[in-house]
């Protein structure tokens, strides 16, 4: 059984004696800076020159500095840049301008456990990363919960790391929800597996193929979009509730049958080989290099997905049936705009 941590288990003054220099104003910066400047922690926000996001944290009420200024008043740094920019940061303006003993803390293990970034003997290197979409963790904070969190330490210099990652921890909403004891290489590793496998490769590919198979056959697009992609929000919303038990509970006795008989024949040990294979490019680092390559040199194939995915005939019926009804109004976030992502 998983170590688990709760609010009890954690007191906010280990990280409310500390400044703590949050450097990126994304979507993970601005939750964690907001929610840590929100439990009394004293908050500067680091960014580069000409940065879009100065202004929104400025706004917020933040302080802003360079991120090299940010830096040298930070006894913790969180990391939040992008994955692809980290390594480049911390060599040429983070780890320049560290305090003697400062902590740097991560939301994702990848560039620490791959060895992009390599901090000094004397750095506690800690994590807590968010089970959850940036603004997911800054709205549950504000509803008074919070976003589940998985908390490690890779380098405990200080012989008080433990007490740090649970203290943000804490301050961050995580363990109104909880904590799980984990390493930076199983997070990393499984975190890799599930986005690529399961929750973003393995379901937008589902859901497309769904879509094509169906309009190849003849049948409205506009149908094929309700069936594999917009009822999949209430499937999943039951699973979250209560299991996969509680989606079949809800389900006709069609649908359950149907379930069983024929998910094996889509997802069927071919396809679990397959999830074997990228598990294994992700353990052996060959993803990670395939992907910092590729970001190294612009970015040109990333660039070329991401423009093909936009033109997937499911976007454009998606978008014309979205304004058409009014879920499309419950959730909205300001940094989002249709189509222009
Ligand atoms: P975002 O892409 O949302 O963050 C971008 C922020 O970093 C912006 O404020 C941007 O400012 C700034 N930035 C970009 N490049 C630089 C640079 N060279 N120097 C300084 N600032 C820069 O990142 P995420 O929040 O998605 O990811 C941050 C970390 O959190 C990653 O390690 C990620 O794996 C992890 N994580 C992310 C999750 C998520 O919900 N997205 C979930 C869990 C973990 P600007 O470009 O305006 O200068
Ligand atoms: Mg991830
Ligand atoms: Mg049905």
């Not at 293990?109 to 807590?128: E, L, Q, R, S, W």
Request: aromatic share 8%.
């Amino acid at each position: 059984m998983a170590e688990m941590f709760h609010e009890e288990d954690a007191d906010l003054a280990p990280i409310q004696s500390k400044t703590v220099a949050v450097i990126g104003y994304g979507s993970q910066g601005h939750a964690h800076a907001l929610n840590l400047r929100d439990s009394g922690v004293n908050v500067v926000v680091g960014l580069r020159e000409g940065s879009a996001s100065i202004a929104k944290a400025e706004e917020a009420g933040l302080t802003v500095k360079s991120v090299a200024d940010a830096v040298k008043e930070g006894d913790l740094v969180t990391i939040l840049a992008p994955d692809q920019v980290q390594a480049a940061l911390y060599n040429e303006v983070i780890e320049p301008n560290l305090k003697p003993g400062a902590a740097l803390l991560f939301a994702h293990g990848f560039n620490i456990h791959f060895d992009y970034i390599k901090p000094a003997a004397g750095h506690d290197v800690i994590m807590v990363a968010p089970k959850g979409p940036g603004h997911v963790v800054r709205r549950e904070f504000e509803a008074g919960r919070g976003v589940p969190v998985l908390v490690c330490v890779e380098q405990d210099a200080s012989g008080e790391a433990w007490p740090l990652v649970l203290s943000y921890a804490k301050a961050l909403g995580g363990l109104r929800a909880g904590a799980i004891k984990t390493s930076f290489r199983e997070e990393t590793e499984t975190d890799l597996f599930g986005e690529q496998d399961v929750l973003c490769g393995g379901l937008s590919r589902l859901i497309t193929t769904g879509f094509e198979v169906l309009t190849e056959a003849g049948y409205q697009p506009e149908m094929a979009y309700f069936e594999v992609c917009h009822e999949m929000k209430m499937i999943v919303d039951l699973i979250y509730e209560g299991g996969i038990s509680k989606q079949r509970w809800s389900i006709s006795d069609t649908a359950e049958y149907g379930d069983y008989v024929s998910g094996p024949r889509v997802i069927d040990e071919h396809v679990k080989q397959n999830m074997k294979a990228v598990l294994s490019d992700i353990q052996d680092g060959t993803f990670a290099r395939r992907f910092m390559e590729d970001q190294a040199a612009g970015a040109p194939e990333f660039k070329k997905l991401r423009a093909e995915g936009e033109k997937h005939p499911i976007e454009a019926t998606g978008r014309k049936i979205r304004a058409l009804f009014s879920w499309g109004d419950e959730v909205k976030d300001a940094d989002y705009h249709e189509g222009s992502v």
